[in-house]
């Protein structure tokens, strides 16, 4: 079987349970094992003589079993009494004897590990030194069997007379030893089997700093490792476990060279050898072998860097690729003047002169500057990124009327329905008496009014279509569309932009205008939008005051209980309140809400339960830890409605679940005051406005991603009142959870939250893994922290592709980028 990067890890495990717990983390093929990065290394563990221990500190040691017995009793005990005399020897200081202990409740796991340390077999022990009954004592350490054939493990008398002449003779990596294998027969026929062919070899295993991973109570980070290994060995063209085990096979050096050639083969490299030289870094393969079995610290974090700046190198080169084969497109252009007379010519202007109140300066920049866009030859590609109540709408609203007034059609799409209603309501409004048709179009529609939006559509009449998911949809044509707009444009993968924004009838391809509220920083948007032009909105239009932001700790019950009385005195204001939960029942088994739009199953993105739930607490070794459950809307509803303070006050719940009419019905009832306490999933994170509500209570705060936290906040004070935001937490004091929550509380700043946001987690747990791509290939970029090698990267690719615009030269590095944007050489797919 020929074993490469694409094949399946399945394939290759006798161990289906661990395959497919390998799985669940990403884990299909040996290219995702390798790309499955630890997220730190441990320090190299010390190799001590016995008599040098140090209670408390980890260790490792050669010695020859003594003896050993098994115990009976609540469970069963291994224990084995070790002598490390030779090793010792080789130390010069005096030899010690100790005893390790094995612990078990099943028999098979105490008799093989007997099996292993009968009386004068040769192990290497690693593990931490306790003390027991005066007596040094290691408890379940880490064991590696030594072939027999070397001075240390034989007793004639040219041995003896070694170890006597040279003790340091017994580890030395250049005597030649008998190899073992293990054979493939039957387990009840398989010849003696080691961990290791020499005691040298042994102790440079154990000793070697370990990578360790993000791991499960079913798969820890030391079967990941091991795991990892055997695939890359396997790749290299060495055996990996036999038929029903999980054992690795430790092969000999004199394979050493073979292995490395064949690996470097089956890995080649993907950056330009010039890149690699003027950088210093190291070979792809060997890269990977440096990450997952580094000799020392210095050489894994080597490995990091370099496949670090491959990641940004490949990303750089996809989006000046898309970036230059956009611009090749022509573009239908969108005058100010239309070409059809100065009255219809001049409608954008009629537009903003007839607005109740005056554009920012920052407002009235980026609108110049999308009408220098759209009125070229090339299709406009613009991010406009803002601070949540920054104006965005009113600036793409401005791009719509242009184009609108040069007698095409304009598409917003917006990610859920009730945002779509929103901005058709609002818009409606805002153009009355300009005489432009404004078209609203969702999935969850009747069909006859959704029949008639299609057709209005497709009969190519100026006008605005305001649509959810529902424009990604085969039955939707516009064939007289001239520009796209993508609201919250992270809560859309790449590929339905690019549905929308394709090439049309004619040859022309529409102008595009993304906006977002989450905050990027400049390098951020580099990497992910470096295809598209960039406008920043720093200006918040007058009346907005600052959201004060308050940490609760859960378990403090008269904050609580004053949480609360608060939130019914604004109530009694005549204002409003939202609590937010991350589930939507109380076991949480399916719940399915947040991103997507319910208007239909094909027409909504993946969903998930509605939390920016990424942090995930892990041990030092990368292990998971239990934490309390979620709270849900269905729980805390009922709770909050059995509080005196909340005495004769309606309650409405709103989640992802819930029927279009009903989600309309709802938002109308909570705006109207008539139920003035709304809980609801994160399906309110984005666009809903209601100018009333002046609080929101937002539960589990701990679990979220600060700008997910700092979009929600967003939802209040937008009608010039003040406003708060409560984050009730269940996390530790001075926890890294309450650390994050201390930034948010700080700051008001979305471009600062958004660059602690980054620099605490990667780039689609902040975009949104269907903006981000969940299956490419950026897993170690920094976009903060790695600004610098970025920019180095863009430079470097695009001298490169300046020279060889198709990458003909580099075919792993076109290869690579092809993968980069899944097929797709248009758009990035980042992660």
Not at 75 to 98: F, K, N, Q, W
Not at 471 to 495: C, M, W
Not at 532 to 545: A, C, H, M, Q, V
Request: hydrophobic share 40%; proline share 5%; charged share 25%.
């Amino acid at each position: 079987m020929s074993i490469k990067l694409a094949t399946r890890v399945a394939s290759l495990l006798a161990n289906k349970r661990r395959a497919s717990t390998l799985k669940s983390f990403g884990i299909r093929t040996i290219g995702d094992a390798l790309t499955y990065y630890p997220f730190r290394v441990s320090d190299p563990v010390p190799a001590r003589a016995v008599g040098e221990a140090r209670i408390g500190e980890p260790m490792a040691f050669v010695a020859t079993v003594v003896s050993s017995r098994v115990a009976t009793g609540r469970m069963l005990r291994l224990e084995v009494i070790v002598d490390d005399a030779i090793y010792a020897a080789t130390r010069g200081v005096a030899s010690g004897r100790a005893r390790l202990v094995f612990f078990s409740g099943k028999r098979s796991y105490i008799d093989w590990m007997a099996a292993r340390l009968t009386n004068g077999a040769t192990v290497v022990v690693a593990g931490t030194a306790g003390e027991y009954m005066g007596q040094l004592q290691f408890t379940h350490p880490q064991i590696l069997t030594v072939a027999p054939g070397n001075p240390l493990g034989g007793n004639t008398r040219a041995a003896r007379a070694a170890r006597a002449a040279d003790p340091w003779l017994a580890f030395s990596p250049d005597i030649d030893i008998e190899r073992k294998v293990r054979d493939r027969s039957p387990r009840t026929q398989r010849k003696p089997s080691y961990d290791a062919p020499s005691p040298i070899e042994g102790l440079a295993r154990v000793c070697r700093p370990r990578p360790v991973y993000h791991a499960s109570a079913r798969l820890s980070s030391e079967r990941i490792h091991e795991t990892i290994l055997s695939l890359m060995w396997a790749l290299g063209g060495r055996d990996i476990a036999a038929p029903g085990t999980d054992d690795i096979i430790l092969q000999s050096r004199g394979d050493e060279e073979e292995f490395t050639g064949t690996l470097a083969k089956a890995i080649p490299d993907v950056l330009p050898e010039d890149v690699r030289a003027a950088r210093g870094l190291m070979h792809r393969a060997d890269a990977f072998r440096a990450i997952h079995d580094p000799k020392t610290v210095e050489q894994f974090h080597k490995g990091i860097e370099t496949l670090r700046y491959e990641e940004a190198f490949v990303c750089q080169s996809a989006l000046l690729k898309a970036r230059n084969s956009a611009h090749q497109s022509p573009a239908t252009p969108c005058l100010l003047n239309g070409g059809e007379g100065e009255d219809k010519g001049c409608l954008r202007d009629r537009f903003l002169a007839s607005l109740p109140f005056t554009l920012t300066d920052g407002q009235r920049a980026v609108v110049d500057d999308i009408a220098r866009d759209m009125s070229g030859e090339r299709p406009m590609r613009r991010l406009l990124q803002g601070e949540v109540g920054s104006g965005k709408t009113v600036v793409a609203l401005a791009a719509m009327m242009q184009a609108v007034g040069a007698g095409h059609q304009a598409v917003l799409v917006a990610p859920t329905q009730v945002l779509a209603e929103q901005h058709h309501d609002s818009i409606g409004r805002m153009v009355e008496g300009l005489d432009v048709p404004v078209t609203l179009l969702t999935g969850g529609m009747r069909l006859a009014a959704r029949r008639k939006a299609l057709a209005a559509a497709a009969s190519g009449e100026p006008g605005i279509i305001v649509a959810t998911h529902a424009a990604f949809s085969k039955t939707f044509q516009a064939p007289n569309l001239a520009l796209v707009v993508i609201d919250e444009q992270h809560r859309f993968g790449v590929e339905q932009r690019d549905s929308l924004s394709a090439e049309s009838a004619d040859g022309t391809v529409p102008h595009l205008l993304v906006m977002t509220a989450t905050p990027i920083p400049r390098t951020a948007a580099m990497t992910w939008f470096g295809d598209l032009d960039i406008s920043w909105l720093t200006e918040l239009p007058g009346g907005r005051k600052p959201i004060r932001t308050i940490v609760v700790d859960e378990s403090d019950g008269p904050t609580m209980g004053r949480m609360f009385a608060h939130i019914r005195s604004r109530i009694d204001a005549g204002e409003r309140a939202y609590i937010v939960c991350a589930r939507i029942d109380a076991d949480g088994a399916d719940d399915a809400d947040g991103a997507g739009d319910a208007d239909a199953a094909d027409d909504a993105p993946d969903a998930d339960d509605g939390i920016d739930d990424l942090f995930e607490a892990l041990d030092e070794n990368g292990d998971a830890v239990a934490r309390p459950p979620l709270h849900s809307v269905a729980e805390i509803t009922e709770r909050l409605k059995a509080l005196p303070q909340f005495r004769g006050v309606r309650f409405a719940t709103l989640t992802g679940r819930d029927k279009d009419d009903v989600k309309t019905a709802v938002m109308a009832d909570f705006a109207s005051g008539e139920t003035p306490i709304l809980v609801a999933t994160t399906v309110i994170e984005v666009g809903v406005d209601v100018r009333q509500a002046s609080c929101i209570v937002i539960f589990d705060a701990d679990r979220y991603g600060l700008s997910q936290l700092h979009q929600l906040r967003g939802r209040v004070g937008r009608g010039g009142t003040d406003s708060w935001a409560f984050l009730v937490s269940r996390a530790e004091a001075g926890s890294i959870a309450a650390q994050r929550l201390d930034v948010i509380r700080g700051s008001l700043d979305g471009a600062e939250i958004a660059k602690a946001d980054l620099e605490l987690r990667g780039a689609g747990d902040v975009l949104g893994d269907a903006q981000s791509g969940a299956k490419s290939s950026l897993k170690l970029l920094r976009v903060v922290k790695d600004a610098d090698l970025i920019v180095d990267a863009r430079e470097r690719a695009e001298r490169l592709l300046a020279d060889d615009p198709d990458l003909s030269g580099s075919p792993q590095l076109a290869g690579a980028v092809l993968d980069f944007t899944r097929g797709n050489e248009t758009f990035l797919t980042s992660n």
